[in-house]
């Protein structure tokens, strides 16, 4: 091979430039497609290709069943869109039949605004998070005709209330789970009186959490307080990242990163009005299935009255100004308005009242505001 030969297959250096312009195109085009079009969360193949949250560790022999309860809300699923201002915890009316208050429960995937700009994909009672509050008396016979339009089994569990077993609740030890588009019919006797409430017994590792729960509250009033409005304060947790809703649980990427009083975040919550002199009892429940809130209420020391559902009697009562919200807990508090102005009532795990990891308005998350005038 003579020297010249070779020598014509030597690039010249506009050539190598060319080259080198054309790589780093191909590249940056590359990474643009993917940055557009691409996905970067773990997807689950076993699991119907659904999407696992990020973050979060994943064993190479994890179970289907592990993942499964982890799984980002099948958004191909979704049943109806909650308008923006859609509010839970709406008192539910009973039909009467034969003297028997039946009530008519419906789970079901819906898109729920936390916030007017954020929406997660939730687990809903007839449509609403939390679901539907029920109100009824000791003594009534009350009957729930539960129907699940959920993509997976659920149950239903009265919390604290004294049932028969086999209206308990737990799936797969008390009853068989209502299957995807099956009714179940619970039936009892109201025997107790107090803050109360229900939810799912299915996986509720992830039904709870994604919003089935609501509250169940039994007249006569527990504590025989006085008082001039009431206000029930059913905590949650949400993963929201990417447009996909996950349960909150405390593990890696499951840590929520949403958090919400009565199915809202903080400034989405409703500003509650008392006058001067007015007492408010707050009904804290711990619908939240793995988080512990210490709930604190400004403008100084509100009384104790009821613990889970259990009337404390006078002697009993007791002063606090922050009580600890642990999963199931509830506590009837009563909180006296001595002063005008706006008063907070907020978590006091200072994370818990961000959105995302920033405030909005002073405040976010597990925050509302009581406004005395
Ligand atoms: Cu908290």
Redesign the pocket.
Known sequence: MDASSHGGMKPSAPEIFAMALLSVLIFAGGVLLAYLFGTFMMRYPDAGGTYMPPGMIMEHNATTEQMTDMQAVDDRRIAYEAPADAVGDQELAPEIQAGVKVFRLETSIVRWHILPNVSVLAYAYNRQVPGPRIHIREGDRVRFVVRNGLPEPTTIHWHGLIVPNAMDGPADITQKPIAPGESFTYEFVAKQAGTYFYHSHDNPDRQQDLGLYGALIIEPRAHGAVYDKELDVELGEWVQRNGKTFPAMPMEGAMPNY?TINGKSYPATPVIHLRLGQTLLVRFIGTSSN?I??MHIHGGPFRVVALDGNTLAPAQQYDKDTILVGPGERYDVLWRARARGKWLLH???NH?TTNDNTEQDGAGG?TEIIQVD
Do not use: G, Q, R, S
């Open positions: 958090f988080f809130h210490p978590c006091h795990i818990h597990l």
